[in-house]
C-alpha cells in the first residue's frame, strides 16, 4: 500500500521540517536583533530579563567565548558532524522512533545549523536573551541555543525515563526494528546482565520503506 509504505518517510519530512522550522526563527530573531538594536545596548522586558546585542565567538552561552579564534571552525565542524550524524539517526528512527527522543534530535539539529549559519556567514554567533539572577546575568543565548537545551533535556528524559518503561512495556520490543539495505531488519535485544545480542530476521514487510 503506498500509504502506509510512504509513511516513514513523511515522518522523516515532518522532524526535519521541525529542525527547518528552529533555523528560520532563529535567523529571523538575529536578524531582528542586528536590525534594531545596538551592539551591547539593552531593552529591559521586566526585572530579570533584557533583550540584548551580543556577539559570541564561543560555543552555547558563550562557552569558549574568550579563545584566540582557532574556536570559529572548531564549532564549524563540530556542528557539522553532529547535523549529519543527527539526520542520519532521524532517518534511521523513520520507522517507530520515539516521540520524545524524534523531537529531541530535532531540536538539537535545529539549533545546531541555526548556530553553524551564524558561525560560516560570519564568525561569530548572534546573542540577545540576557536573564539576570540577583546580581548575576546568565550568559546570553539566543533561540538556536534554547532548542538546544530542550532538545538536550527531551533526550535525557528519553533516555532515563521512557526508554526503561518501554523495555518494561508487555509484548513491545526493548529496540526497535530498521531495515539493512538488503531488505532484513535487526532487532537489538538489550539483556540486563549481558552484552546487546543481533537478530536477523530475514523479512521484515511492516517496516519496509
Known sequence: MPDTADRPIRRYVAWMVVALLVVAADQATKWAIV???????????NSFINITHQQNTGAAFSFLAGAGGWQRWFFVVLATVVSVVI????????????????????????GAVGNLVDRVRLGYVTDFIQVWFGNWAFPSFNVADSAISVGAALLIIDALFLTVARQKKPGTSPGFLSPDRAGSCRLLIEPSSSN?????SSA???HRS
Request: glycine letters at 10%; proline letters at 9%.
Open 196 to 200: 546487546p545480542v543481533w537478530d536477523w
Open 204 to 206: 521484515c514487510p511492516a
Open 35 to 45: 536590525e534594531w538594536v545596538d551592539l551591547y545596548g539593552k531593552v529591559p522586558i
Open 87 to 110: 539526520a542520519v539517526w532521524l532517518w534511521r528512527l523513520r520507522h517507530e522512533g520515539p516521540l520524545v527522543l524524534m523531537a529531541g534530535l530535532s531540536l538539537v539539529l535545529g
